[in-house]
């Protein structure tokens, strides 16, 4: 029996509640073997006593019937993981008041696009607002908002947010050439989030947008327990295969006590000039979600050719005065309605 071998026997425990599983995310720092005995010690941040109890479980279901294994052993030392800041007007961030993650679960729904959207809604309202693209591998936002301009650094090492349409922006689109692609793995993932969160001057801000990729992996991990979320924007459209993923999304959230401020249903439907709506993915999948789930629909957002067009030409739709857009109106009454909820 070799350290590498339990290792390998615990790539089978998943951090409840996302799809990765512990060794991956690192969080098993020494497996000692010596005959007889087999001791793992990890170490996570959280704040709900059941995460650590499931992977205690799920650690002694991979290892005790091992042949050779001995006694195991399991050390889980629990550190206090930054509590969401809901109703404090205060984050961990420095110079920002309230987090937002939006998130899905599923790639296609249309997610960074709303995120973008959402951001400059905000922004209108009068708040100060700041959006992080956390999607490392297809980073969209340089593109959505129309600069490839490259960001500064200030006295302090601290990275200097792009500013376009009124927000500061951060996104490894800013980092890279157009056709470069992102290749890293999962340590180095978790070290690029943490440096746009914490080593970025997001200064006077109200509100942070984080647009996070698909999937419950490294990075939203990562997010949780850098930062203080104060709750979470779910986007699906209306049919079955995407509200799967926005039940993954909610539960995922739920395992690390990060409040679920609302559903956003995002492609509702099609307007022809004629005024007829046509359901392109199907009825009101959304709204009998959010009350299924018990969370607010926040907003409907139908689907319309100049909202590609906008966000290919880097003038998001929200940009256009809601009297002459039916898009960005679904945008900026959704912008409203999470302010209410999440006041500064």
């Known amino acids: ?35 007889g005995q087999t001791t793992v010690k990890i170490e996570i941040q959280t704040r709900d006593p059941k995460i650590p109890e499931e992977i205690f479980r799920a650690c002694h279901a991979a290892l005790d019937n091992l042949p050779d294994v001995g006694s195991v052993k399991i050390d889980i030392d629990v550190k206090d993981a930054p509590a969401a800041a809901s109703g404090t007007g205060k984050s961990s961030i420095p110079g920002v008041k309230r987090i937002i993650a939006v998130a899905s679960c599923k790639g296609g729904v249309g997610k960074s696009t709303v ?3 959402l951001a400059i809604a905000l922004a209108a309202t009068g708040a100060k607002v700041g959006l992080c693209d956390c999607d490392l591998y297809g980073p969209s936002v340089a593109q959505m908002f129309g600069t490839r301009e490259r960001p500064n650094a200030n006295e302090q090492d601290e990275i200097i947010p792009i500013e376009a349409h009124g927000l500061k922006l ?3 689109g800013f980092l890279l050439e157009d ?5 890293v793995r999962g340590p180095m ?32 991990l990562t997010i949780v327990q850098t930062v203080s979320v104060d709750g979470a924007v779910i986007v699906t459209t209306p049919q079955e295969v995407a509200l799967i993923d926005a ?4 539960a995922m959230f739920a395992k690390v006590n990060v409040p679920i401020l609302g559903l956003i249903e995002n492609m509702s439907w099609f307007e022809c000039d004629a005024g007829k709506r046509y359901h392109l993915f199907g009825d009101g999948g959304g709204v009998r979600e959010a009350a299924t789930m018990r969370v607010p629909l926040l907003g409907q957002i139908p689907i ?5 067009q906008r966000g290919d030409s880097g003038a998001p739709v929200a940009l256009v005065d809601p009297s002459l857009s039916k898009v960005s109106a679904a945008f900026h009454h959704t912008a409203t309605t999470l302010r209410a909820k999440l006041p500064v």
């Open 304 to 308: 319309d050719v100049e909202t590609r």
């Open 115 to 117: 995120a973008a959207n």
């Open 170 to 172: 951060m996104s490894m």
């Open 247 to 250: 039940r993954k999304a909610v």
């Open 1 to 35: 029996m070799t350290p590498d071998f339990i290792r390998d026997a615990l790539r089978q425990v998943k951090y409840p509640g996302f799809s990765r599983d512990i060794v991956s995310f690192g969080l098993v720092k020494d497996v000692t073997c010596t005959p």
């Open 179 to 183: 056709s470069s692609p992102v290749i």
């Open 189 to 220: 993932a978790t070290r690029y989030t943490q440096q746009f969160l914490r080593q970025v001057a997001w200064e006077n801000l109200d509100y942070l947008i984080l647009d996070l990729p698909p999937g419950t992996g490294d990075i939203q």
